[in-house]
């Protein structure tokens, strides 16, 4: 999993709140679970004026000129900007895989949804929750023109351009996790020497499990 510590970003303002998961990525588009290929059909039905089909590239859509993802001063965005309750709906781990796909390294918002925000943790997604006013504030800025933020995860801390400063909490496991890049199986092997001292010293008590039994 790639390790989050700071990152240098422009800011995506999707002045939505309650944003699910279907609405993320449509329910059609998961028939894989190799997390790559849905970053095309992020926000699909907002992003495109055709009906999505699984096999169509963006070159082949109608673009829908009026969501914010397809304004140019937003292309190449990689820290979305949200309101309340983003990520709610369904479980699908698939949501997160297309918001890391399409680029985003980072989503700020009031609040998320918790199965989504378990997922965003063990993909490597940071998710940044600021008080409502923040928000607003971030939203002002983003309004009058591009927006570019520097999100710095060790320091707890999001610097716009202009200088203004945003300070935000994480739990320690999951920033420890982001910092070092480590998902539920690299959580694991950050563990494989106790795990071979537990093995050595089970061997050593019960070798009778470890004895391949008699043929016949």
Same mark, same amino acid.
């Given at each position: 999993?790639?390790?989050?510590?700071?990152?240098?970003?422009?800011?995506?303002?999707?002045?939505?709140?309650?944003?699910?998961?279907?609405?993320? #990525?449509?329910?059609?588009?998961?028939?894989?679970?190799?997390? *790559?290929?849905?970053?095309?059909?992020?926000?699909?039905?907002?992003?495109?004026?055709?009906?999505?089909?699984?096999?169509?590239?963006?070159?082949?859509?109608?673009?829908?000129? @009026?969501?914010?993802?397809?304004?140019?001063?937003?292309?190449?965005?990689?820290?979305?900007?949200?309101?309340?309750?983003?990520?709610?709906?369904?479980?699908?781990?698939?949501?997160?895989?297309?918001?890391?796909?399409?680029?985003?390294?980072?989503?700020?918002?009031?609040?998320?949804?918790?199965?989504?925000? *378990?997922?965003?943790?063990?993909?490597?997604?940071?998710?940044?929750?600021?008080?409502?006013?923040?928000?607003?504030?971030?939203?002002?800025?983003?309004?009058?023109?591009?927006? *570019?933020? @520097?999100?710095?995860?060790?320091?707890?801390?999001?610097?716009?351009?202009?200088?203004?400063?945003?300070?935000?909490?994480?739990?320690?496991?999951?920033?420890?996790?982001?910092?070092?890049?480590?998902?539920? #199986?690299?959580?694991?092997?950050?563990?494989? @020497?106790? #795990?071979?001292?537990?093995?050595?010293?089970?061997?050593?008590?019960?070798?009778? #499990?470890?004895?391949?039994? @008699?043929? *016949?």
């Amino acid at each position: 999993m790639r390790a989050f510590t700071t990152h240098r970003g422009v800011v995506a303002p999707l002045d939505r709140a309650n944003v699910d998961t279907d609405q993320i #990525i449509p329910k059609q588009f998961l028939k894989s679970i190799r997390k *790559t290929g849905f970053g095309d059909n992020l926000f699909d039905a907002w992003r495109y004026l055709d009906e999505g089909v699984i096999g169509k590239t963006p070159n082949e859509r109608l673009i829908n000129r @009026e969501f914010v993802l397809n304004a140019p001063e937003y292309q190449g965005a990689t820290v979305l900007l949200a309101r309340d309750n983003f990520g709610c709906g369904s479980s699908r781990e698939h949501a997160v895989w297309a918001l890391l796909e399409y680029g985003f390294r980072c989503v700020i918002a009031p609040s998320f949804a918790d199965i989504f925000a *378990t997922n965003s943790v063990n993909n490597g997604l940071l998710l940044v929750t600021l008080p409502d006013a923040a928000v607003d504030e971030l939203f002002g800025a983003a309004a009058r023109g591009a927006l *570019t933020v @520097e999100v710095d995860l060790a320091a707890g801390r999001i610097v716009t351009a202009k200088d203004g400063a945003f300070g935000f909490e994480t739990d320690s496991e999951t920033r420890r996790r982001l910092l070092r890049g480590l998902d539920d #199986i690299g959580l694991t092997l950050d563990c494989v @020497e106790a #795990i071979r001292d537990f093995e050595r010293a089970h061997r050593a008590r019960q070798p009778w #499990i470890f004895t391949a039994p @008699e043929t *016949t």
